[in-house]
């Protein structure tokens, strides 16, 4: 067996671009390189021709009409411009004043969902931050419970990017058109990899990303719908007035051909693709579960996204192990790993014992991870944890069978 | 992040790393002190356990650590320095220290702290056990 390393697990931070997508973005940096305003000639129009196949390729994606989606720069600007946008449109008072209405949303989003909706908290909106239960499910009976008259927004994401949990979508959407809130949420994990429909998710206002799907960065898209109900949106790019007014600027026409692409190709392989990745995450997460004790593979059992694992290693400090696995590319909840020494706060939400927060991996695959990739990283990080808990106090205490909460720590 | 090259070492061949037996049975013993410093919630545990003469000469260390790999190399590092040295010679290492030699950067100088911290734990439990009295120093962090 032989891989070459490093070895890539850490798709759902970003992902290779498919070499499909680079070539079909190429002719439109150098002869189709006009600028899709430019109403006049040829270069223009085939500019915006590009632009327009990549527009039905996106809509075809998630069971939308092309005339609903706008292109981003990617899924943080399609969150802003969603739960921004509706929230001043939907207001029930104006700016400056109190009781603007509520918004519904969870303590698991991202940050790019979080911070958005923490503003509009300052700017007299009321905001409900569900907390998620031990298996990071958000469902419709907690919406539910949640809502008020005055609901205006509900944003709850589809899957989270941490864990891989799949929220109760379909459920929280139908809930909100029957109460007449309006449904975002953000798709980012979730779309290319999984069955997307709009209709019959219920969805109103969809975020995605290029680079998330084997597309480029720089690049994604909002869904917004049309009809039943109508939904509109505040800009807060305002310019030359292009994507229907929402988002005006030159768009990045390359980066959209790209986004184009990469959607059909997520569509025409996802059956593939899916089963393939579930596969490989049975494989690796059996693979640690069977040869170490005290792995635990974080978030609902099966509610889960394919290619996304997250597994705490008890006893160990994240950071220090994937020091020990220098060869595997990957992501820690450790706070050690973190610019701010804070452990993750989504394995903090679901209520993850803090000491296996610290020693929380992500390794998350995509198109072109191999079953050696994934048994390579078995046996290096088997061996890493194993090297570790030669030199942790904590397996000491475990193994006296010293129940480690019932310690005074000196806290410092 | 790229790591030092000691530091990378002490991760991999740490020195000193084990205990003089299950926690129970050394807290009793007058010839070892223990040191426990730090929190599994935050993340970071050092133990160091000092095998110490009836005149105060450090005759052993060794440790254990739940951390990140800086935290690791600097109780391993700390482990080497104080062996042979008397309690008080022992209390004169300073974290800064550890950090030049380890070239730390600054958002790990506080597991530099923690390996300062748990000398002083081990060394304040083995004088306690001896009934010898215990400066208080105040130590800034
Ligand atoms: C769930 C989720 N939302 C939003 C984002 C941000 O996406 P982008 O990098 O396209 O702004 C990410 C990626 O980090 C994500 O995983
Ligand atoms: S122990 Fe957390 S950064 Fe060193």
């Known amino acids: 067996m032989s891989v070459k390393t490093p070895i890539y697990l850490d798709n759902a931070a970003t992902t290779r671009c498919d070499p499909r997508v680079v070539e079909a973005m190429l002719p439109y940096f150098s002869e189709k390189f006009g600028n899709s305003g430019s109403r006049n000639h040829r270069f223009g129009w085939d500019a915006e021709d590009g632009i327009e196949t990549a527009r039905e390729q996106a809509a075809r994606l998630i069971g939308a009409d092309a005339k609903e989606v706008i292109f981003t720069s990617g899924a943080t600007e399609s969150n802003n411009l969603a739960v921004k946008g509706a929230a001043e449109i939907y207001a029930k008072a104006p700016a400056g004043q109190q009781g603007r209405g509520h918004i519904i949303t969870c303590t698991i989003e991202h940050k790019a969902v979080l911070d958005p909706c923490k503003r509009l908290q300052r700017e007299g909106f009321d905001v409900t931050f569900l907390d998620p239960p031990a298996d990071g499910v958000i469902t419709a009976e907690m919406v539910r419970a949640a809502m008020r008259p005055d609901t205006i927004l509900v944003s709850i994401m589809w899957a989270n990017n941490e864990i891989g949990t799949i929220n109760e979508v379909p459920e929280i959407g139908r809930l909100c058109h029957e109460k007449g809130a309006i449904f975002h949420t953000d798709g980012t994990q979730w779309v290319g990899k999984m069955p997307t429909d709009v209709e019959r998710d219920c969805i109103d206002l969809l975020s995605w990303s290029g680079h998330k799907m084997y597309g480029p960065k720089g690049v994604g898209a909002l869904y917004v719908r049309r009809r039943k109900p109508r939904v509109r949106l505040a800009a807060f790019i305002d310019g030359g007035g292009q994507e229907r007014g929402m988002r005006s600027g030159t768009q990045n026409v390359t980066g959209i051909i790209g986004f184009g692409k990469a959607c059909e190709l997520c569509l025409a392989e996802m059956e593939h693709d899916r089963e393939r990745l579930l596969k490989l995450r049975r494989r690796l997460e059996d693979g640690l579960s069977g040869r170490m004790e005290v792995v635990q593979v974080n978030g609902h059992r099966d509610r889960r996204l394919p290619h996304i694992a997250n597994i705490s290693f008890g006893f160990v400090e994240g950071e220090s192990l994937m020091m020990g696995i220098k060869d595997i590319a990957c992501s820690s909840g450790s706070a050690c790993t973190s610019a701010s020494l804070e452990p993750s706060y989504v394995l903090k939400g679901l209520g993850v014992g803090d000491e296996l927060a610290h020693s929380s991996l992500r390794l998350s695959f995509g198109r072109w991870t191999t079953e050696e990739e994934i048994d390579f990283a078995v046996e290096a990080i088997t061996k890493a944890v194993e090297h570790l808990r030669k030199l942790s106090p904590l397996y000491d205490l475990y193994k006296e069978g010293v129940d480690l909460s019932t310690i005074e720590w000196q806290h410092h | ?141």
């Open chain 2, 1 to 141: 992040m790229a790591y030092s090259e000691k530091v990378v070492d002490h991760y991999q061949n740490p020195r000193n790393v084990g205990s003089f037996g299950a926690s129970s049975d050394v807290k009793t013993r007058t010839d070892i002190g223990v040191g426990i410093v730090g929190a599994p919630e935050c993340g970071d545990v050092m133990q160091l356990q000092l095998k110490v003469t009836a005149e105060g000469v450090i005759e052993d260390a060794k440790f254990k650590c739940f951390g990140c790999g800086s935290a690791i190399a600097s109780s391993s590092l700390a482990t080497e320095w104080i062996k042979g040295r008397t309690v008080d010679e022992a209390l004169q290492i300073k974290n800064t220290q550890i950090v030049e030699e380890l070239a730390l950067p600054p958002v790990k100088i506080h597991c530099s702290v923690l390996a300062e911290d748990s000398i002083r734990a081990a060394i304040e439990d083995w004088k306690k056990k001896n009934g010898i009295a215990v400066a208080e120093e105040a130590h800034a962090h």
